[in-house]
């Protein structure tokens, strides 16, 4: 298992661990009630729980990476940020989202790709 680092963690960073740890834990909540009161329910609430469940622990995974400086937890926090642009727009391509909240949720995600790839953010990191 890698060391914790001994980096000085940049602020931005802080914020977006603390940021991932709050979504990660709301996220297996929202899992949990969506598994449990709609499991009798099955099919696409099963589908929804489960994709909640698993993004939500890489939410907390990449809190920790994130916390502690892993080289992996920028990788991790690239991925998610990726991920939730792709998403965004599979789902703004199905007409289930507001555009102002699709315009939000965009905004978000394009920000935190742009502070992960700060060279001095991948830096923190141990990425060069």
Known sequence: MTQPSTR????????LAIL???GGILGLLGSVA?????????GLFMIVGLLTLVLSVLYLVFA???????PW???????????SVVLTLVGLTQGNQEL????INLAIS????????????KAA????
């Open 8 to 15: 000085e963690r940049p602020l931005g960073i802080t914020i």
């Open 20 to 22: 991932a740890a709050v």
């Open 34 to 42: 969506l598994l449990g009161l709609f499991s009798a329910a099955g």
């Open 64 to 70: 920790y990476g994130a916390w502690t400086l892993q």
């Open 73 to 83: 937890g920028w990788t991790l926090g690239v991925g998610l940020a990726a991920a």
């Open 100 to 103: 102002i909240g699709t315009l």
């Open 110 to 121: 394009g920000v935190i790709l742009y502070y992960l790839f700060q060279p001095d953010v």
């Open 125 to 128: 990191f141990g990425r060069t």
